[in-house]
Structures are given as structure tokens and as C-alpha cells.
């Protein structure tokens, strides 16, 4: 979908350009309305990734449109468009790669202020006529436009490139697209409508991006990958009559949190995910917790179940994991518990609740252990 919309951008500006003032009308008013309800949605799930990259391009739209508006004159030679054209590339690059935080941090509140100071600096030193920009006579080499913007958004769409080329998550390919159309925004910003078609399709593209990472995110946990609680209990209706649920816990996970920090234990976790996967190819594995995993066995009985929940913790225990930046490789253990569903079970949390007592009792005698209920 954001390739798609990128392609009719695109393809809409080189075939229809100049657009009648009316269309370019509407088109802000999408703009806007897709902008506003971008930031609404961030707000309302508190989610701040997007919310940056959102403010300073809607922010340098704003004033580029304002600029464009207000003089005749050649806008690649204005100084507040020069600034701003170098500093939001230098922004973008830096905002994407903020950690994924609730949007009400008090972190975020200095990140704000510092964009609202930036901006200021920005608008008073183009008053004065000063320019951001080293290597101004080189300009013509880019068709009049900053030679260093374009550099900056060129390092900014590659490094976004490598990152979603590795990640592949909704939002960060959302968010390439998006920077794309800002780049191209920026470029064509002297033409009649280049400006606004671009940063209109942008919008409609973090839009997008941003309602689908929402419902991802609600449905599957980031780190993994894997379905969560919500899928857990949306999926419970379809579970066969016959199945046994297991849950897995990560031994001392409190503990080696914080011993190995954020990062390492996460790198743990997927790991950890990985072995499972690894041994268990037809049961459906379920991120709970950040230290609990459940797994589905669809048509087994409690015996198979812990046959196979047995061989998940044989096979972790035995493992040697190596992380990065330690020079011995780190032990893990897990402890699990099988329950099957009886007939009594009304909802498969009674199935948990058993399992999960099960474990509670072995866990106060000991840990890398497997019980069943």
C-alpha cells in the first residue's frame, strides 16, 4: 500500500501537473485531515515512535507553503527554505531511530522543546540572512536546491532502507515511503504543486502505516513477533475439542534483566523463541509475558503435551547461547507446566489457571523443571 501510493503520487504529478487551484485546495484539506488524525491516534494508544518526524514535517510544510504564498520571488534562494531543507533531512534522521517510548515521557517533553527552539533558531537566523549551508556555490550541481539537504536525504532514505530491510516492521516501511514523499515534498517544493501532492501523499501514508502498526501491535508482541495475549483470547473459539496448553517461563528473568540490560535480554528472549520454534514446528506458540511463553497443542492429550513441553526445556537448558559483547556463552533454563482442557473448562483461562498453579507449586521447591497439572 505505500508503494502503491507513492506510484500514484508519482505518476500524478509528472501526468497532471499544474493542478487547478481547487484540487490543491482539497488536497490540504486531506493533508490536514490525515495528518491531525495521525497525531490523535498517537496520543490516544501513547505511542511516540511517529510523533516527531510528524511534527517537524508538518511544521516545515506549513512554513514552506507560507513562504511560497507570501513571496514571487525564486523560493531555492530563500534563506528560511534553505535552512529549513537542510535541518528536517538532519531531524528525520535522528527522530527515526528514538526508542520506542509512551508518548508522555519526560524525555519527550525536552525532545519538544528543543524542536521548538530549533525551529525559532531557525526563522531568526534566516532573518538575518544566515544560511546553514557549506557548500552553497555547488548548489547548481542539484538543480538550485541545498547540495547538503540532498545529501542528508539521501543517507537518511539508505539508512532507513538498510533498517527495514533488516527489521521489516509495518511502521518502519511505512515511514520510508513517507520520508520519500517528504524528500520529493522538499524537491519540487519551487513547482506549482509538487509540495503539496507529495507531503499529501505522505500523510495518507503514515496514516495508514500507523492504523496497521497499531493493530499489529495489539494482535502480536514486537519483540517475536509471535501472537500475544489479545490473539490468545480472540483465537480461543476456534481451539478443537481435544487440546492441552503449556506454559513456559524464563528462569530468573528479573534477575538476568538486570544483569544484561534491555537490549541483551531481548536479544535472549528472541533466542529463546528461536530454540522453541526450532523444536516444536507444529504447536502455536503464544508471548504472554515479557518472561512467559503458552503454548497451543492442538489435539494432545496431557501426556504428548509434556512429552513435547519437556523436550522445549531439554532443549533450552542444553543450549549454550552467545552474546554479543560477552566472551563465554550464558546458560538459560525454563520451567513448564501442561494442563489439558476437561470437559468442565469453559474458557481456555481454566486450562491456564491450572497449569499456572502447577508451576507456582513446583516453583517454590525448584526451577528447570517441567509439571503438569
Known amino acids: 500500500m505505500p508503494a502503491l501510493i507513492f506510484a500514484v503520487s508519482l505518476l500524478s504529478f509528472y501526468a497532471f501537473d499544474p493542478f487547478d487551484s481547487d484540487t490543491l485546495k482539497n488536497l490540504h484539506q486531506i493533508f490536514l485531515i490525515a495528518t491531525i488524525t495521525s497525531f490523535l491516534l498517537l496520543f490516544y494508544f501513547n505511542n511516540n515512535k511517529p510523533v516527531f518526524l510528524l511534527l517537524i514535517n ?21 534563506p528560511l527554505f534553505i535552512n529549513l531543507s537542510i535541518i528536517l533531512p538532519l531531524n528525520m534522521l535522528i527522530f527515526f531511530y528514538l526508542p520506542e517510548r ?15 527552539a530549533e525551529f525559532s533558531l531557525i526563522e531568526n537566523l534566516s532573518r538575518l540572512g544566515i544560511i546553514l549551508d557549506p557548500f552553497s556555490a555547488l548548489n547548481e550541481i542539484s538543480h538550485g536546491l541545498p547540495l547538503l539537504s540532498c545529501l542528508l536525504y539521501a543517507l537518511c532514505l539508505i ?14 516501511t511505512s515511514l520510508f515511503f513517507y520520508s520519500f514523499e517528504i524528500a520529493l515534498g522538499i524537491i ?23 492504523g496497521e502498526h497499531l493493530h499489529n501491535i495489539k494482535y502480536h508482541d514486537l519483540l517475536t513477533g509471535l501472537s500475544n495475549r489479545n490473539t490468545f483470547l480472540k483465537q480461543e473459539n476456534t481451539f ?5 496448553l503449556a506454559i513456559i517461563l524464563i528462569d530468573d528473568y528479573e534477575r538476568l534483566s538486570k544483569i544484561f540490560g534491555k537490549g541483551s535480554i531481548n536479544a535472549l528472549v528472541l533466542m529463546i523463541k528461536e530454540q522453541m520454534e526450532t523444536v516444536e514446528t507444529e504447536a502455536q506458540i503464544y508471548r504472554f509475558a515479557p518472561d512467559e511463553f503458552i503454548v497451543l497443542y492442538r489435539g494432545l492429550g496431557l501426556k504428548d503435551a509434556f512429552n513435547h513441553t519437556e523436550k522445549i526445556r531439554r532443549a533450552i537448558a542444553c543450549t549454550k547461547f552467545n552474546l554479543r559483547g560477552y566472551t563465554k556463552p550464558i546458560n538459560l533454563t525454563i520451567s513448564g507446566s501442561v494442563a489439558e482442557k476437561k470437559r468442565s473448562d469453559v474458557h481456555a483461562a481454566d486450562v491456564l489457571l491450572r497449569a499456572d498453579k502447577a508451576l507456582q507449586k513446583a516453583y517454590r521447591f525448584t526451577q528447570n523443571i517441567t509439571s503438569q497439572a
Do not use: C, M, W
Open 188 to 210: 519540487y517544493a519551487p513547482t506549482y504543486s509538487g509540495l503539496i501532492i507529495f507531503n499529501t501523499s505522505a500523510a495518507i501514508t503514515i496514516l495508514l502505516g500507523i
Open 102 to 116: 509512551k508518548i508522555f515521557h519526560r524525555y519527550n517533553v525536552y525532545i519538544l522543546l528543543i524542536v521548538l
Open 240 to 244: 478443537p475439542l481435544k487440546y492441552s
Open 58 to 78: 508538518t511544521l516545515g510544510y506549513l512554513i514552506i507553503s507560507y513562504l511560497k504564498k507570501e513571496t514571487t520571488a525564486d523560493l531555492t534562494q530563500q
Open 159 to 172: 539508512s532507513l532502507f538498510i533498517t527495514i530491510s533488516i527489521n521489516g516492521y509495518i511502521l518502519e
